[in-house]
T-cell receptor, first 115, second 110 residues
Framework: NAGVTQTPKFQVLKTGQSMTLQCAQD?????MSWYRQDPGMGLRLIHY???????DQGEVPNGYNVSRSTTEDFPLRLLSAAPSQTSVYFC??????????????FGPGTRLLVL | DAKTTQPPSMDCAEGRAANLPCNHS???????VYWYRQIHSQGPQYIIH???NNETNEMASLIITEDRKSSTLILPHAPLRDTAVYYC???????????FGPGTSLSVIP
């Protein structure tokens, strides 16, 4: 298994540009989520999904869109990039079996710089 | 908001046990306590989790108080490579969103 993969690893955008951060997992996990981590700070939840076709907002959803058309993929879209969105973005996934809890696996991160 | 509180930083001498506390006074009966760590700029890594009994694995031990309002992660004989930020999280069902707090920055000192 490749686990959780994220592309690109690095990206530089200009203010106002849009882009999509890709996240994929090959573990058949139902639960997937996106976090951002600013320098010296903890992780903040952006959006999450408990299965294909189901998404919900996290702590800091403004400026981001997500969709979950397949179990494997959970792309994060920046609609109009702003310097405040400069951050490291982590994608995570875990199995979801109701009351049975599973650990989260994290991707390597995407480092985004918005000028 | 995160449901847990942790000290912002701690030091530990290399080879000694590191005891990282976490308060989760509002934990409900169906919520588990999870611990993750993040080394430098890598993605967080799972360490251990528990409900009400003490747990141990190859990485650490988790001690949960009887009233479940606090817990302690124990890293036995901490090597330098255990220097990281440690996050304590509570989570109920697998459909619950996972919120990270600021964590504890542990420095293992030679």
């Amino acid at each position: 298994n490749a686990g959780v993969t994220q592309t690109p690893k690095f990206q530089v955008l200009k203010t106002g540009q849009s882009m999509t951060l890709q996240c994929a997992q090959d573990m058949n996990h139902e639960y997937m989520s996106w976090y951002r981590q600013d320098p010296g700070m903890g992780l903040r939840l952006i959006h999450y999904s408990v299965g294909a076709g189901i998404t919900d907002q996290g702590e800091v959803p403004n400026g981001y869109n997500v969709s979950r058309s397949t179990t494997e993929d959970f792309p994060l879209r920046l609609l109009s990039a702003a310097p405040s969105q400069t951050s490291v973005y982590f994608c995570a996934s875990s199995a979801s079996r109701g009351r049975v809890l599973e650990t989260q696996y994290f991707g390597p991160g995407t480092r985004l710089l918005v000028l | 908001d995160a449901k847990t509180t942790q000290p912002p930083s701690m030091d530990c001498a290399e080879g000694r046990a590191a005891n990282l506390p976490c308060n989760h006074s509002t934990i409900s009966g169906n919520e588990y306590v999870y611990w993750y760590r993040q080394i430098h700029s890598q993605g967080p890594q799972y360490i251990i989790h528990g409900l009400k009994n003490n747990e141990t694995n190859e990485m650490a031990s988790l001690i949960i108080t009887e009233d479940r309002k606090s817990s302690t992660l124990i890293l036995p004989h901490a090597p330098l490579r255990d220097t990281a930020v440690y996050y304590c999280i509570v989570r109920g069902t697998s459909y619950d969103k996972v919120i990270f707090g600021p964590g504890t920055s542990l420095s293992v000192i030679p």
